[in-house]
């Protein structure tokens, strides 16, 4: 069965700066996909980027990318210029793409994140 | 708008009441789900509805059960609620295709006194 651990219970980071949110995965698989959702206070989840892993470049969003290693099934978040708005609980989020699969995401632990002014 | 939308966002009951959560998506997705987040914050999957058929049922207590009255729909109800029943369920849709990101509804916080 797939697994996704996220080892960062907290973690903080200065206003403008950047920060990296840390992902790894388990899987026997070669096709999937992979995600990092956005838990502000409001309890929404938000999407903030995906990442096919038959593609070798790693995916970018505005201020948000990814560091995706397929050998290590690593995949971390970078926050860059962060933001207030960017405090958040972001979970890591994993996505067979087997045939028959069910669809459903498995989900790391969450980190959160708080921005400091 | 265009979204997925869940009723009523809190819900607070007593134990062994029976309640209803309910789910519906305009967004023309024909794979439909139920999350469970802790009080750790953990989510986990409950139930998936794919075309109204149910693809997912994950060690879930018979006391909970979905009902897809159509795609764009999915309900939860739940019989003799106790006190482990207190957590915020997530309904979200998507497309069938693995690449089709989970959109969810703002979730629905269930208090059980």
């Known amino acids: 069965a797939q697994t996704v651990t996220q080892s960062q219970p907290e973690m903080s980071v200065q206003e403008a700066e950047t920060v990296t949110l840390s992902c790894t995965y388990d899987?026997?698989?070669?096709?999937?996909?992979l995600f990092w959702y956005k838990q502000p206070p409001s309890r929404q989840m938000i999407l903030v980027i995906r990442q096919e892993a038959y593609k070798q470049q790693n995916a970018t969003e505005n201020r948000f990318s990814v560091n995706f290693q397929k050998a290590a099934k690593s995949f971390s978040l970078k926050i860059s210029d962060s933001q207030l708005g960017d405090a958040a609980m972001y979970f890591c989020?994993?996505?067979?793409?087997?045939?028959?699969?069910?669809?459903?995401?498995?989900f790391g632990q969450g980190t959160t994140l708080q921005v400091k002014p | 708008d265009t979204a997925v939308s869940q009723t009523p966002k809190y819900l607070v009951t007593q134990m062994g009441n029976d309640k209803s959560i309910k789910c519906e998506q305009n967004l023309g997705h024909d794979t439909m789900y139920w999350y469970k987040q802790d009080s750790k914050k953990f989510l986990k999957i409950m139930f998936s509805y794919n075309n109204k058929e149910l693809i997912i049922n994950e060690t879930v207590p018979n006391r909970f059960s979905p009902k897809s009255p159509d795609k764009a729909h999915l309900n939860l109800h739940i019989n003799s609620l106790e006190l482990g029943d207190s957590a915020v369920y997530f309904c979200?849709?998507?497309?069938?295709?693995?690449?089709?990101?989970?959109?969810f509804g703002n979730g629905t916080r269930l208090t059980v006194t």
């Open positions: 979200a849709s998507s497309q069938t295709r693995a690449n089709s990101p989970l959109h």
């Open positions: 989020a994993y996505r067979s793409d087997h045939s028959g699969n069910t669809g459903k995401l498995i």
């Open positions: 899987t026997s698989e070669s096709d999937y996909y």
